[in-house]
């Protein structure tokens, strides 16, 4: 099984940005524990705060790949074009969030994203990762 987790705008600032809302790991060192977690899933990981890469990656893995987990940060609020692309792509997306966006800024409760995914996860910090790992496995 080939995974490939997309993570866009500052998320490439995790363990240093807001640590009270986002905790203290880098996504790298939490990307290898996942790979220890999953030794039977081919994960692979990107990372970009620009908006046309992050649909880039999408086209170019939407096809081959077994899933898509993307956390497309602030851009899940506002991207129509990331949407589109999840909606465009036959491999299934879930949708995470390390917050619960619900309990943010009203701007954050509309999401472009979920309307093509299969699934969202959102709220339980990193472990939402694993939960969307493990989505796919079940």
């Known amino acids: 099984m080939k995974i490939i987790i997309i993570n866009g705008p500052n998320l490439n600032l995790l363990g240093k940005r807001e640590p009270e809302v986002y905790g203290s790991t880098s996504f790298e060192d939490y990307f290898a524990t996942l790979q220890s977690k ?10 970009s705060n620009i908006e046309g890469e992050l649909i880039g990656k999408l086209q170019e893995v ?11 940060a602030a851009y899940t609020h506002t991207s129509v074009g990331i949407g589109d692309a999840v909606k465009a792509i036959k491999t299934p997306v879930v949708e995470v ?11 954050r409760h509309v999401s472009y994203i979920s309307p093509g995914a299969k699934g969202v996860i959102l709220g ?6 694993d939960l969307a790992v493990q989505s796919f496995l079940g």
Do not use: K, M
């Not at 939407?62 to 497309?72: E, K, S």
């Not at 339980?124 to 990762?129: A, E, K, M, P, T």
């Open 38 to 47: 999953f030794p039977q899933v081919e994960l692979h990981y990107f990372q």
């Open 124 to 129: 339980f910090g990193l472990q939402s990762y």
């Open 97 to 107: 969030h390390i917050s619960n966006t619900h309990q943010r800024e009203a701007y």
């Open 62 to 72: 939407g096809f081959d790949y077994d899933g898509i987990i993307l956390n497309a």
